[in-house]
């Protein structure tokens, strides 16, 4: 199915906005018959808090996507994070109707409304660069931090965002006060993130513009250890946004290093180090 695609060069975008979507139904059909038209590969998430999108082709059919797409005043201007591969990283298609573009359960919880305040990743670095007394808070999943995070970066050790709002709360004591700037791969975790800790009484909460992806774009690999997990089959990227050698095990959805891709426990499509005690 890829094979097709081999010499092409394809653009990846992603880029989402939390903003009131009581229409959310109605969008369904027409962004469905557009993505079909321009043969566009991917995913888009409708919910009546956002939208959310990862898509794959051509320039000029991404292009023309985000023009018709800004149609809607709503979605002008969403910031997008871009790259380039020679191959569609995307198998299929997909719109689909969620109640969160991020899942956490909280119907409190606002990010349309209510979020903090927002820090560039030059602004962070120089903070960095300057020993500022700061915590930086990881809010992705544990297999995502193995793959690369950054320096010091307090890691919650959750398998899925619903499990952030639990594992922030130990930290109230020690961190109420002190400058907090949470990352996520391209920020959208972190919009709903401060909200959750301004909710639960955290008084110093930083959300990185752009996420990793946007840090690297802009200020490069500074203060990094490792790559960056990504959701296609690109599976990691580094500070330059290129490929790296990471898989991904068919059987658990772990990232594999080229180190554990030489293990025997790893079989293509069957196990890796990660399952091969769950599944025997």
């Known amino acids: 199915i890829l ?13 989402y906005r939390f903003i009131d979507l009581p229409d959310r139904d109605d969008l369904h059909e ?3 018959e557009l993505c079909a038209k321009l043969e566009l590969k991917g995913t ?10 990862f898509l794959a082709a051509s320039e000029p059919k991404i292009r023309q996507f985000i023009g018709e797409l800004e149609n809607d005043e709503r979605f002008a201007d969403i910031t997008l994070k871009e790259s380039y591969t020679d191959y569609q990283p995307f198998n299929r298609m997909n719109v689909r109707l969620k109640k969160e573009i991020i899942s956490v359960g909280m119907d ?14 030059t602004e962070f670095k120089k903070w960095l660069d300057e020993g500022k007394q700061v915590a930086v808070l990881d809010t992705r999943n544990d297999y995502e931090l193995r793959v690369g995070t950054f320096e010091n970066a307090i ?7 619903r499990q952030f709002p639990k594992a922030t ?10 400058p907090i700037v949470m990352f996520c791969t391209g920020g959208i975790r972190c919009e709903k993130a401060s909200a959750i800790m301004l909710n639960q009484g955290f008084k110093n909460v930083y959300q990185l513009k752009g996420g990793i992806l946007g ?15 990504v959701f296609d089959q690109r599976v990691s990227v580094n500070p330059q946004l290129e490929e790296t050698g990471f898989a991904q095990c068919f059987a658990c959805r772990e ?26």
């Open 169 to 178: 709360e130990p930290l109230l004591e020690e961190l109420e006060d002190t």
């Open 215 to 229: 840090y690297f774009e802009e200020v490069g690999g500074d203060h990094w250890v490792g790559d960056c997990f």
């Open 108 to 121: 409190e919880i606002q990010p349309a409304r209510f979020t903090g305040d927002e820090i560039t990743p």
């Open 30 to 32: 027409p962004l469905k």
């Open 255 to 280: 990232p594999i290093s080229q180190e554990e891709q030489k293990s025997p426990e790893y079989v293509v499509g069957e196990s890796c180090p990660y399952c091969i005690n769950k599944i025997q």
């Open 44 to 53: 888009i998430l409708l919910s009546l808090e956002g939208i959310n999108f």
């Open 3 to 15: 094979g097709q695609y081999m010499g092409e060069v394809i653009l990846n975008i992603a880029g």
């Open 155 to 161: 890691d919650l050790d959750i398998k899925s965002f």
